[in-house]
């Protein structure tokens, strides 16, 4: 048996927390999860640190807040100017392995540091040919062009859930232990991606195929005011998001047999969470943009490991992305000094008895304002005013203040008001002033320059970030 135990992080992309039946979901979206957390550690009011992938998730790997770390709304890409968890874990003499589906996950913008195997499945080849020569230049030239096409009409209509899994299988076939795997799912991701039976299994009564295809899946639309859209049509939604939960919820299923099956289940450290969460009407928005609210960065979070973490343990305190780095070091007892003294998180083995305050921030607007009006077919300097501005907030288990760069601020009773639906900035004003202070006197330390030019991209990854809306 390793010294270490495997380490196995599974992220669900675009999950908020309200969704999944072990969170109190009225539809069984989450059974095997479910499962999962009454044999783990299952932690109520797990926050994430931003409202999209790359500053939550490179928050995940590093440690760090957004505005530390460098890779967020205003710079984006990661500079590597703190070691990242795979690299820390290699050092150990852990092999370490990652399966990503986002593109902004991926080598050219940053993350991919201290990864022995990194597979980008929107490519057809996940790894390019390497050495200099002509001939390998062709074969180059001609690999990035089948990608492309890859990418565009063959990687959207495959069962993303089952192909993250089916080389997640692969690589655990043929990996010695001690390994580290990050594997991320995307299927909840707009436009949604359920699969079988959970693609019809909770439509609204009366709503067939045709209807389905008929509702709009581009936020950038419906925010401009370009697209307008029905209670239906967010009921709509709603199934198929929830039926791609199912999806993913189904493989980790089969994932987890296999585990056990092999008898290292026991022997790895289990970790289930998610980026960030989607907005599906609420507060008039779509999507996972121009927003904190909690339908954003109020994720899952699961640890199962029987030797440090209780089994059916549920803890309320709040925690943070940030604090699974620490955890992690903790739990090895990896003494890296220099590392631990500019983590921002905090060990979950360690959490201090008393509440904890929850940060997150949006540093500008994202997608970009260009982007935005490009792909609503407006004027690209089309002013967007109630998007156009910066984000931070800090949280308790009570209340949420938001502060705008625009003056806007929000504060949200939680216990009261859990949907955000109200906001009692100027009722409140005294717990308002209170949390604004906490928040302005927590402002990280920039770690890196909030703004830098954008990363050289490839024509394939900048045609699927189009694609997306994310940029113009």
Not at 219 to 233: A, K, N, P
Not at 430 to 455: E, I, V
Request: charged share 20%; aromatic share 10%.
């Amino acid at each position: 048996m390793p010294r270490y135990p495997n380490i196995l992080i599974l992220l669900l992309d675009t999950a908020r927390a309200q969704n999944f039946s072990c969170y109190g979901y009225d539809r069984p979206t989450s059974p095997h999860l479910d499962a999962i957390a009454a044999e783990g550690v299952f932690y109520e009011n797990a926050i994430a640190p931003g409202c999209w992938s790359l500053p939550s998730q490179v928050s995940l790997l590093t440690g760090l807040f957004p505005s530390k770390h460098g890779a967020h709304e205003l710079h984006l890409s990661y500079a590597h100017h703190y070691p990242l968890l795979s690299e820390v874990l290699r050092e150990a003499g852990y092999s370490t392995l990652g399966v990503s589906p986002n593109s902004w996950m991926s080598d050219e913008f940053g993350v991919a540091h201290g990864f022995d195997t990194y597979l980008k499945l929107w490519q057809c080849w996940h790894r390019m040919p390497e050495p200099p020569g002509a001939a390998v230049n062709i074969l180059l030239r001609q690999a990035q062009k089948v990608n492309r096409l890859y990418s565009r009409y063959v990687f959207p209509q495959c069962n993303r859930a089952r192909h993250v899994t089916q080389h997640i299988r692969r690589l655990l076939a043929t990996t010695p232990e001690p390994f580290f795997l990050y594997a991320i799912y995307w299927d909840m991701h707009l436009p949604y991606y359920p699969y079988g039976h959970y693609a019809t299994r909770w439509l609204p009564p009366g709503v067939d195929a045709k209807r389905v295809q008929q509702v709009n899946r581009n936020h950038l639309t419906y925010l401009t005011g370009q697209t307008t859209m029905t209670e239906e049509d967010f009921a709509v939604l709603q199934t198929l998001y929830d039926g791609a939960l199912a999806t993913i919820d189904a493989e980790i299923g089969a994932l987890i047999m296999l585990l056990r099956q092999r008898g290292i289940l026991d022997h790895t450290l289990l970790i289930v969470t998610s980026d960030h969460g989607e907005n599906i009407g609420e507060h008039g928005l779509m999507s996972h943009a121009y927003s904190l609210h909690d339908t954003l960065i109020h994720v899952p979070l699961i640890i199962r490991y029987p030797a440090c973490f209780p089994c059916g343990q549920q803890v309320t305190q709040q925690v943070q992305l940030t604090d699974l780095f620490p955890t992690i070091l903790d739990l090895l007892q990896v003494d890296r000094p220099e590392v631990s003294q500019e983590l921002q998180g905090i060990s979950l083995l360690r959490s201090p008895a008393e509440e904890r305050f929850a940060y997150a921030e949006m540093l500008g607007p994202h997608p970009s304002i260009a982007a935005l009006n490009r792909r609503a077919g407006l004027p690209q300097e089309t002013p967007q005013p109630a998007f156009d501005r910066t984000l931070r907030c800090v949280r308790t288990p009570d209340a949420k203040v938001i502060w705008a760069s625009d003056g806007q601020h929000a504060l949200y009773d939680l216990r009261r008001d859990p949907a955000e639906t109200t906001n009692r900035f100027d009722v409140d004003a005294k717990l308002a002033t209170a949390l604004l202070d906490t928040l302005l006197a927590w402002q990280p330390p920039t770690g890196m320059p909030l703004r830098a030019s954008a990363p050289e991209l490839s024509p394939d990854a900048r045609q699927r970030l189009r694609d997306l809306g994310y940029i113009d």
